[in-house]
């Protein structure tokens, strides 16, 4: 089982662009979500899912969306990238005993 | 504001030293995960507490749910060089599914 992977690793965007992160999980988890990690400021929730077509707000949503429409796919989605979403995004799943296993990343910067 | 606090930020230490780092908050937690991230890769779940008082082993480590469930702390014992890494304490709130990270305790052992 590959867990919860995450495309592209890196990515540079300029102010404006648009972009996709992808997530995919092969552990048949209902809950998913979204987090940024900044320096010195540990993880913050962006959105989350507890199934497939349903999503919700987490602390920092602002500027970005997401969609659920497949138990593994849950890809987050910037839209007019600006330079405070420089930071790496990881995406994880919870099991159903509250364990969270989170992808590898995605280090964006925006400039 | 942090809703977790976790002390110290920053710690280096020697092989073969005992250290401690705390996980704070003034807010009541259904348990309490911890996790150790290394450069480039996502975090990885240590251990979770669940009960007021409880205390969990993991080989060298030991990790502590405070009575009132408000805050934890993890003891390392003869740390070895392979215990690098961030420290990240996560509380679940609501049924449990959803998690607020602490800032992260850098630790770095040195041979």
């Known amino acids: 089982n590959a867990g919860v992977t995450q495309t592209p690793k890196f990515r540079i965007l300029k102010i404006g662009q648009s972009m996709t992160l992808q997530c995919t999980q092969d552990?048949?988890?209902?809950?998913m979500y979204w987090y940024r990690q900044d320096p010195g400021m540990g993880l913050k929730l962006i959105y989350y899912s507890v199934g497939a077509g349903i999503t919700d707000k987490g602390e920092v949503p602002n500027g970005y969306n997401v969609s659920r429409s497949t138990t593994e796919d849950f890809p987050l989605r910037l839209e007019l990238a600006a330079p405070s979403q420089t930071s790496v995004y990881f995406c994880a799943t919870v099991s159903s005993s509250y364990e969270q296993y989170f992808g590898p990343g995605t280090r964006l910067t925006v400039t | 504001t942090q809703l977790l606090e976790q002390s110290p930020q920053f710690l280096s230490i020697q092989e073969g030293e005992n250290l401690t780092v705390y996980c704070n908050s003034s807010?009541?937690?259904?348990?309490l995960q911890w996790y150790r991230q290394e450069p480039g890769e996502g975090p990885v779940l240590l251990v979770t507490v669940v009960t007021g008082g409880e205390v969990k082993k993991l080989k060298r480590l030991t990790f502590q749910f405070g009575d009132a469930r408000k805050d934890s702390s993890l003891h390392i014992t003869a740390a070895q060089p392979g215990d690098t890494g961030l420290y990240l304490c996560?509380?679940?709130?609501?049924?449990?599914?959803?998690?607020?990270f602490g800032p992260g305790t850098r630790l770095s052992v040195l041979p």
């Open positions: 552990m048949n988890h209902n809950y």
């Open positions: 807010s009541v937690f259904s348990s």
């Open positions: 996560a509380g679940a709130r609501g049924g449990g599914q959803n998690f607020v």
